[in-house]
């Protein structure tokens, strides 16, 4: 189902971001994924709008830097963004440290 609905928000893919604007543009999905929760008032529907967003945008990214990435691969989906993260990292673009140095 998560697979489905991933492939879903790619096809409706719009923008044309590129370059530091399509990773600003992660760091920002990022940041909402790993900050929404399900609790009071938000829906689980909220967390998983978040996730596929960012999910969305890394695989934009990946493509960017010629590191291959599908929804297919998605199935268990924190294993598979913990692997393409790690590839971009190894690729120079390290989402995390991107994220620490933010907060200082």
Known sequence: MYVDLLSSALEEW????????????????????LTTVPRRGK????????EIAYDRALIKLCAAYGI????????HP??????????????GVDLAALARRRRL
Request: a negative charge.
């Open 14 to 33: 719009e923008d044309d971001l590129s370059g530091e604007a399509l990773v600003d543009y992660a760091m920002t999905c990022r940041n909402e994924m």
């Open 43 to 50: 829906s689980a529907y909220v967390a998983l709008a978040a």
């Open 78 to 91: 924190g294993d598979e963004r913990a692997q393409l993260e790690q590839a971009l990292a190894d690729a």
């Open 68 to 75: 291959d990435a599908v929804p297919a691969d998605f199935a």
